[in-house]
């Protein structure tokens, strides 16, 4: 469904280069279609003045800043809270119990909250940016979305075996 989403947006917005006012439906058209076109002459002066600013700036602006998922840091954080809460649990509760050092409290909450957490977050960004690079193609078929996504499960299983082999290592 991601991908199917973002190939929605990434369509709706090439569509804007086509825009033509007169197709647009709207849902009461006997009032709101004179009501809208009468608030449009007023702000762009004419209705082709409003087509050519949704066929130019506003579909450029439209592909700069939805060409790609820029989500801000804090959503990536929000995602992996699940799995950074449960070993803030787990450390606190060995913390509590008084019978465990410190040291290893503090050396399991980093090893296995933070670094996975971190692993977590890493994983994310790049099932986003493998999906939104998915997405850009206008073809679609089941083999093609099969393969797309065992590439995408064989990317998040190396990062996960990455982080498993440098967990043993460290």
Same mark, same amino acid.
């Given at each position: ?24 439906? !709207?849902? &009461? ?67 509590? !119990?008084?019978?465990?050092? &410190? ?42 979305? !099969? ?24």
């Amino acid at each position: 469904p991601l991908k199917f989403l973002w190939a929605q947006k990434r369509r709706a917005i090439a569509d804007l280069a086509d825009f033509t006012l007169s197709e647009v439906v !709207c849902g &009461n058209e006997s009032f709101d279609r004179p009501f809208v076109y009468s608030a449009i002459n007023g702000w762009y002066g004419s209705l082709e003045a409003f087509t050519d600013f949704v066929r130019g700036p506003l579909r450029q602006d439209l592909l700069n800043e939805f060409s790609t998922i820029h989500l801000p840091f804090a959503y990536y954080f929000l995602m992996a809270s699940p799995n950074f809460g449960r070993y803030l649990d787990y450390s606190l509760a060995m913390w509590r !119990c008084d019978k465990i050092p &410190n040291d290893f409290v503090w050396s399991y909450f980093l090893a296995m909250g933070l670094s996975r957490g971190g692993v977590m977050i890493i994983a994310m960004k790049v099932i986003f940016l493998l999906v939104d690079f998915f997405s850009a193609s206008p073809r679609v078929s089941v083999a093609r979305t !099969c393969i797309q996504t065992s590439i995408i499960v064989m990317a998040i299983s190396g990062i996960v075996w990455g982080h498993r082999q440098l967990a043993e290592f460290c």
